[in-house]
């Protein structure tokens, strides 16, 4: 039976997901790294939450989901570096 966690966590992926194509479509019209290195965040951002959320026992504290979220921040701080360095 899906509870309320199951549904937030469909929900929250989903987000990711609408967030990476939003950057994708802005990184289709001007080729800009920015975008697409946000686009690639949110997406590895929507597959660790889906992920978690699929997981017999989810474990937010996990090394590996924990590895992947920051994986995903440092692409996002990398964005904004290589923007700024320009």
């Known amino acids: 039976m899906p509870t309320l966690i199951d549904f937030l966590s469909g929900a929250v992926t989903f987000g990711f997901l609408v967030a990476g194509l939003f950057f994708l479509r802005f990184w289709q019209q001007s080729r800009d790294r920015f975008f697409m290195l946000f686009a690639s965040s949110f997406f590895l951002e929507a597959v ?4 978690l959320a699929l997981s017999p026992q ?3 504290g996990s090394p ?3 590895c992947v979220r920051l994986l995903a921040f440092v692409l996002i701080l990398a964005a904004i570096a ?3 360095r320009r």
């Not at 660790?48 to 992920?51: K, L, P, V, Y």
Request: proline share 8%.
């Open 48 to 51: 660790n939450r889906a992920a």
């Open 58 to 60: 989810p474990n937010d």
């Open 64 to 66: 590996i989901f924990y």
């Open 82 to 84: 290589d923007k700024n």
